[in-house]
């Protein structure tokens, strides 16, 4: 089941889309995230960046995802930047790779930061990405 919503934050927008912990989804999170980033007037090559890392971040969590697990991910919107939470539960024992890996360069390269938790059966990994300034 895919479920969109969306809530009025203090000063953001917030929206939630949960969707099968399975890679023939992922293409619903990209649109939602270049939707989302042009809604800020990202340029299209930041908007382009920002749907690899996503897309990345989410191949990271699959792989250590439950077999029935919902992939959350979690947009917050600002008036100059987009955070985006994706979150997973995780089979025991269950590790990210490790920040000097090839994963992580390339979600440190494509955004403002990146950052990722696990525990508690659970792991969620973070990407704010700022638009440029000059718009």
């Not at 007037?41 to 077999?67: G, K, N, P």
């Not at 919902?70 to 790779?97: I, K």
């Not at 890996?101 to 525990?119: D, H, I, M, Q, R």
């Amino acid at each position: 089941m895919t479920q969109l919503t969306g809530q009025a934050a203090t000063d953001d927008d917030v929206v939630h889309l949960t969707v099968p912990a399975d890679g023939g989804y992922l293409g619903v999170l990209r649109t939602a995230t270049a939707g989302l980033a042009a809604r800020l007037q990202f340029a299209l090559d930041e908007i382009e960046d920002l749907r690899i890392a996503v897309d990345e971040a989410c191949a990271m969590l699959l792989a250590i995802a439950t077999s029935d697990a919902e992939l959350e991910c979690r947009f917050s919107v600002t008036e100059d930047a987009l955070t985006v939470e994706v979150t997973v539960p995780t089979v025991r024992g269950a590790t990210l790779p490790a920040e000097s890996s090839f994963a992580w360069k390339v979600l440190t390269a494509l955004t403002t930061s990146a950052a990722a938790t696990a525990g508690d059966g659970r792991a969620t990994i973070s990407l704010l990405t700022r638009r440029s300034t000059g718009y």
